[in-house]
């Protein structure tokens, strides 16, 4: 397992040479550090702790401030873990995007669009009631929750019943995403099809965990060399 923090900044397309149009989206992976190695006999599980973009000593604390320190680094804005981590890397050590390679296979995590408050219809994809035959004012409605026998004789609602709420804001993975391009001097990915979040969210790319293989890395039109011409 190996991965990396980064924002998302969009969506764009991408050309093959052979003409092939493919939907990616940008993610700017600046270098990570490694703020803490976990190992099995000090906390009982194997993880490299990474951290990734700066803040200002004044906006973190103190224990955030001292434990960046040890690795001889300023503060992170983000930190999060990666288990069973197949780097060779040690404390202070720079995570970049060249760990990964074009047509390999990975997840990304990330913190979904917050959607607000929506009715099943919305949230759940659920029917419409009949816009006629005395239903008229129904429509939307959540309908019946007593339709099932327990609910009628123990007097409870079943866990699981959808119901309006809260959509959207929370944790979500994107699994099975093809690398299209890495550009490690700019230090971005290219990643077919969408990861979840809005724009400059953060997110986290990592290897595939149900992965089905990688795929052969295809060639793009390269456009500076017709821009230079």
């Given at each position: ?9 969009g ?37 490299v ?97 007593a ?37 490690t ?28 293989g ?16």
């Amino acid at each position: 397992m190996k991965g990396i923090l980064g924002r998302k900044l969009g969506m764009t397309q991408v050309f093959t040479e052979d003409g092939v149009m493919i939907p990616v989206t940008v993610v700017e992976a600046t270098p990570n550090i490694v703020l803490q190695k976990k190992t099995v006999e000090n906390d009982g599980y194997e993880a490299v702790q990474i951290g990734f973009e700066d803040v200002k000593e004044a906006r973190a604390t103190k224990a955030n401030i001292g434990h960046a320190k040890k690795a001889g680094t300023a503060p992170k804005r983000f930190v999060r873990e990666v288990r069973d981590c197949e780097l060779e890397v040690n404390v202070g050590d720079e995570v970049k995007v060249d760990i990964f390679a074009a047509g390999e296979t990975v997840d990304v995590i990330g913190t979904s669009k917050g959607r607000g408050y929506n009715g099943t219809i919305v949230r759940n994809n659920a029917h419409q009631g009949p816009k006629s035959h005395g239903g008229s004012k129904n429509i939307r409605h959540i309908g019946s929750l007593a339709t099932n026998g327990i609910t009628s004789r123990q007097g409870k609602i079943l866990k699981g019943t959808i119901m309006a709420g809260q959509e959207g804001g929370y944790r979500t993975t994107a699994q099975n995403l093809t690398v299209i391009k890495v550009d490690t001097e700019k230090n971005y990915l290219l990643i077919k099809g969408n990861v979840p979040g809005p724009k400059r969210g953060l997110v986290m790319v990592r290897t595939a965990k149900c992965s089905k293989g990688n795929k052969a890395p295809v060639t793009l039109v390269d456009y500076t060399k017709a821009e230079e011409e």
